[in-house]
């Protein structure tokens, strides 16, 4: 019996994940390949000065371990580069374009720490992820003979995204790619309440991890051939 | 059970819902070292009893007390190691010390904002500072008002206390990094740098960012 009732719960929980679903919009500016040598770091870092929203962390470390997958690119963290580099690279004073972040790598003391760490790209990410729609209700009660929650509701999140590489040698921009990802989720409660969750930041993150790839992978191909 | 127990219940349950409600934050963490020229001076921090112990308790709404005096001793002492060639604390105003200057720092006003308060998904603290910059004999050099700001979306945190103890901390790392490159900045203080370096030959100052 108690069998049964996990083989049924699953069963409804996976046919029910099945109407989740999220859309995932990429576009790429440019189709250069980047060249990044296995001694050469990357570090993604996050865009925080909006009063509205940040950048979420753990999308950045997403990012990092995505880039990092088959240990072909080496990410430098973003906290240890933040406090390496403290206090250039807080919120009131990160650079906001390349003029600014060539004016900081005059100073040799800044230069010099980007060495040691030896960084070649600085990859910004720009937006966050947002719920934009919501609809329908759940509720609960509680009585003497116990408790339970009746009901249906619905939201939709939005991710979107963008990404710029800042050459670190060259002091130029040499790549920015955006996406976009919606996903609907739901919950229905029938005495317990069950929610399937649309992984919509997972999926934009893995839509900006694979187009992030493209850009260094292409050269490593070449090495490897 | 006598009435003395059912009291004794009733006061234990009625206080546990009462601070159930109340968010008590007592700020800790660490700060890196800032990455900055030192400048060639000799300090003295003074941190008075009500800056060392300074704690916000809100007026209005839900009960909130975040007390930032702790972690920001530590912040000031780490960014005055960073910022100066030498640099020593005191809890009272020295007199004729061995110093080029006595740095006192108080916290003018903190101000804190919820999520049910302002409507909007962040947790939000600022912190006015009155930073006072003495000579050793007492004569001031300036008054700078520094204010630092942090914020934490709602969603990355799972309480209040956690979300006020990250923004807190997010405003202590704003506050080191405007002192970092704001103190050679401050009008009053560029010119007795630039008063005392027509006496003294010129070092290297902090980065010119």
């Known amino acids: 019996m108690k069998h049964l009732l996990t083989i049924t719960t699953l069963t409804l929980l996976i046919s029910l994940s099945a109407c989740t679903n999220t859309t995932v919009d990429e576009y790429r500016e440019n189709s250069t390949f980047l060249t990044l040598d296995s001694t050469e770091r990357v570090v993604v870092l996050g865009r925080r000065h909006y009063a509205d929203y940040e950048t979420e962390p753990d999308f950045i470390d997403c990012i990092g371990e995505k880039l990092e997958a088959d240990k072909e690119i080496s990410v430098l963290p973003e906290r240890e580069f933040v406090d390496l580099l403290y206090p250039w690279f807080e919120p009131r004073t990160a650079p906001l374009g390349l003029k600014r972040l060539a004016k900081m790598l005059n100073e040799p003391m800044i230069a010099q720490r980007f060495k040691e760490q030896s960084l070649r790209y600085m990859i910004w990410i720009d937006g966050s992820t947002e719920t934009t729609d919501r609809d329908g209700s759940v509720s609960c009660a509680v009585g003497p003979g116990g408790g339970g929650c009746f009901g249906f509701t619905t939201w939709e999140k939005t991710g979107t995204y963008e990404a710029v590489i800042w050459d670190l040698q060259t002091l130029k921009e040499s790549g920015r790619v955006k996406v976009e990802a919606r996903g609907s989720s739901y919950m229905v409660a029938i005495i317990l309440p069950i929610p399937i969750v649309a992984q919509v930041q997972d999926q934009a993150c893995n839509g900006i991890g694979q187009q992030l790839r493209t850009f260094f992978m292409g050269t490593r191909a070449d090495e490897a051939s | ?209």
């Open chain 2, 1 to 209: 059970m006598d009435t003395r127990h059912l009291m004794a219940c009733s006061l234990v349950l009625v206080s546990l819902l009462v601070s159930a409600c109340a968010t008590r934050v007592e700020v800790d963490g660490k700060f890196p070292a800032a990455l900055t020229h030192k400048l060639p001076l000799r300090s003295v921090v003074v941190f008075n009893e009500a800056f060392a112990s300074h704690r916000f308790e809100s007026q209005v709404g839900p009960e909130v007390s975040v007390s930032v005096g702790q972690v920001q001793v530590e912040l000031f002492t780490g960014l005055a190691d960073n910022l100066f060639q030498y640099s020593s604390t005191t809890t009272q105003m020295p007199s004729n010390p061995e110093a080029d200057l006595i740095l006192v720092p108080n916290v003018d006003d903190v101000q804190i904002s919820m999520p049910n308060e302002s409507q909007l998904k962040v947790f939000e603290v600022w912190i006015k500072y009155n930073l006072q910059v003495f000579k050793p004999t007492g004569e001031p050099i300036a008054d700078w008002i520094m204010t630092a700001y942090g914020k934490t979306p709602t969603r990355f945190l799972k309480s209040n206390t956690q979300a006020l103890q990250q923004a807190s901390m997010v405003a202590m790392r704003d506050a080191g990094a405007h002192f970092i490159t704001g103190f050679a900045r401050v009008p009053e203080i560029q010119q007795w740098l630039r008063q005392r370096s027509t006496n003294t030959p010129q070092r290297k100052g902090s980065a010119p960012l």
